[in-house]
């Protein structure tokens, strides 16, 4: 019964804080407008908000399978709750980039913080190898669904609020004021777990000389994490405030279609992680990733070519339903080809790889859409540098298999 209730509370957690990332992405690049940044230092607060996720989550990550996963939980959702008024309270440069560094804020809707590498180390360790991709599938599902209907609800809200005679900065700041009410509640629901989610200390190797929190599996995570940097450089080009700021800039569509937009694609994701299940029974963890990620990557390129909005929508969407059925194949892998008090810090380190690498792009794109000549550069070098990935992964990766395919 603890295990169910366990696995009944992470899956509560990810639905609560994928809401609002979803919830707050739509407008967080509208709101520093606002607040009379330009399209520059946005970009620069975005790339401050990634590289500050990956210091605080590798230092969280790395450690919490000594320091308590649950712990380790408790500190992010303070650290969410935190930012997340910071950005309310105050129009002060210095002071909204002190707390992107510091606090958990998310810029793309996408996963943020140490939530994601510790909640799947604990489900690793709640379930047996052969359930573990379709649960991961199934926690990417309703982590996809949670950050659409959150961008649906808070481009709708900010647009309901302001037709009836909110300005548009105070509008911003409700969706804010959920954010960080999201942070306080999913503190709350961390708090009741129980202790069948750590680590036994038996089981940690404390003898085994540590990099990190690696051990025997650490030149693996170092290939995987430099793999995935790239990947997640070209996705921090087209974050989803950024794509959302696009539209703005490219058709001039408000934020309750954009939310609209974003709900689509992001229920066409949820839906295309647990598709990925199937496919890797029978074709594997490294081919789904790779044969499914190729065809989404063109349709990226192929979004800023087209000539109206429909069409626009058209690509990204069907981009967008395809384009994470590497997300749980991904997670699932990392976790199969490390050992089991490795798990934290290997998802930790290949996530904050992933931070890190998404960390430098925003800023590049801050500067491209702050040109009209330059508006769909972004959507270029994101798709081409993801199908070198492609082809660096299969080459590095397809003979190594996880427990369940051998």
Same mark, same amino acid.
């Given at each position: 019964?603890?295990?169910?209730?366990?696995?009944?509370?992470?899956?509560?957690?990810?639905? &609560?804080? /994928?809401?609002?990332?979803?919830?707050?992405?739509?407008?967080?690049?509208?709101?520093?407008?606002?607040?009379?940044?330009?399209?520059?230092?946005?970009?620069? /607060?975005?790339?401050?908000?990634?590289?500050?996720?990956?210091?605080?989550?590798?230092?969280?990550?790395?450690?919490?399978?000594?320091?308590?996963?649950?712990?380790?939980? &408790?500190?992010?959702?303070? /650290?969410?709750?935190?930012?997340?008024?910071?950005?309310?309270?105050?129009?002060?440069?210095?002071?909204?980039?002190?707390?992107?560094?510091?606090?958990?804020?998310?810029?793309?809707?996408?996963?943020?913080?140490?939530?994601?590498?510790?909640?799947?180390?604990?489900?690793?360790?709640?379930?047996?190898?052969?359930?573990?991709?379709?649960?991961?599938?199934?926690?990417?599902?309703?982590?996809?669904?949670?950050?659409?209907?959150?961008?649906?609800?808070?481009?709708?809200?900010?647009?309901?609020?302001?037709?009836?005679?909110?300005?548009?900065?105070?509008?911003?700041?409700?969706?804010?004021?959920?954010?960080?009410?999201?942070?306080?509640?999913?503190?709350?629901?961390?708090?009741?777990?129980?202790?069948?989610?750590?680590?036994?200390?038996?089981?940690?190797?404390?003898?085994?000389?540590?990099?990190?929190?690696?051990?025997?599996?650490?030149?693996?995570?170092?290939?995987?994490?430099?793999?995935?940097?790239?990947?997640?450089?070209?996705?921090?080009?087209?974050?989803?405030?950024?794509?959302?700021?696009?539209?703005?800039?490219?058709?001039?569509?408000?934020?309750?279609? &954009?939310?609209?937009?974003?709900?689509?694609?992001?229920?066409?994701?949820?839906?295309?992680?647990?598709?990925?299940?199937?496919?890797?029974?029978?074709?594997?963890?490294?081919?789904?990733?790779?044969?499914?990620?190729?065809?989404?990557?063109?349709?990226?390129?192929?979004?800023?070519?087209?000539?109206?909005?429909?069409?626009?929508?058209?690509?990204?969407?069907?981009?967008?339903?395809?384009?994470?059925?590497?997300?749980?194949?991904?997670?699932?892998?990392?976790?199969?080809?490390?050992?089991?008090?490795?798990?934290?810090?290997?998802?930790?380190?290949?996530?904050?790889?992933?931070?890190?690498?998404?960390?430098?792009?925003?800023?590049?794109?801050?500067?491209?859409?702050?040109?009209?000549?330059?508006?769909?550069?972004?959507?270029?070098?994101?798709?081409?540098?993801?199908?070198?990935?492609?082809?660096?992964?299969?080459?590095?990766?397809?003979?190594?298999?996880?427990?369940?395919?051998?």
């Amino acid at each position: 019964m603890k295990t169910n209730r366990n696995i009944s509370v992470l899956f509560s957690t990810r639905i &609560i804080r /994928l809401f609002c990332y979803g919830f707050l992405s739509v407008i967080l690049a509208l709101y520093l407008a606002q607040v009379g940044l330009p399209e520059q230092q946005i970009g620069l /607060l975005f790339t401050l908000t990634l590289a500050g996720d990956a210091g605080i989550s590798l230092w969280l990550t790395t450690s919490a399978d000594r320091f308590g996963r649950k712990r380790t939980l &408790i500190v992010g959702a303070l /650290l969410m709750l935190g930012a997340g008024l910071v950005f309310i309270l105050t129009r002060n440069v210095i002071l909204l980039m002190a707390a992107a560094i510091i606090g958990v804020i998310s810029p793309s809707g996408n996963e943020i913080g140490p939530f994601l590498s510790v909640e799947q180390a604990a489900l690793s360790h709640l379930l047996p190898d052969e359930r573990r991709t379709q649960v991961f599938a199934w926690y990417n599902l309703v982590g996809s669904f949670a950050t659409a209907t959150g961008a649906l609800s808070g481009g709708w809200l900010a647009q309901v609020l302001q037709s009836n005679g909110m300005p548009a900065l105070d509008a911003y700041r409700v969706v804010l004021m959920g954010y960080s009410i999201g942070g306080l509640i999913i503190g709350l629901l961390f708090l009741s777990l129980s202790h069948e989610v750590e680590v036994e200390p038996a089981s940690r190797a404390a003898s085994t000389p540590r990099v990190l929190g690696l051990h025997k599996s650490r030149n693996v995570v170092v290939r995987l994490s430099a793999l995935f940097s790239i990947d997640a450089f070209a996705g921090g080009l087209i974050v989803q405030s950024m794509i959302a700021y696009w539209f703005f800039i490219k058709f001039g569509v408000n934020p309750g279609i &954009i939310g609209s937009i974003f709900f689509g694609a992001n229920v066409l994701a949820g839906i295309s992680a647990l598709l990925a299940v199937r496919l890797a029974n029978k074709i594997g963890l490294i081919n789904t990733m790779v044969f499914t990620h190729v065809p989404s990557n063109i349709l990226l390129i192929l979004v800023p070519l087209m000539p109206t909005l429909p069409l626009a929508i058209l690509l990204l969407l069907l981009r967008f339903s395809i384009s994470q059925m590497d997300v749980p194949t991904r997670q699932s892998y990392t976790m199969a080809v490390v050992a089991p008090d490795e798990r934290s810090a290997a998802s930790g380190v290949t996530t904050i790889a992933r931070s890190v690498g998404a960390a430098l792009s925003p800023s590049l794109t801050g500067i491209f859409l702050a040109s009209a000549s330059l508006l769909s550069l972004p959507f270029f070098l994101a798709g081409g540098l993801k199908l070198v990935y492609d082809a660096l992964l299969y080459r590095s990766f397809s003979t190594m298999k996880p427990p369940e395919e051998n």
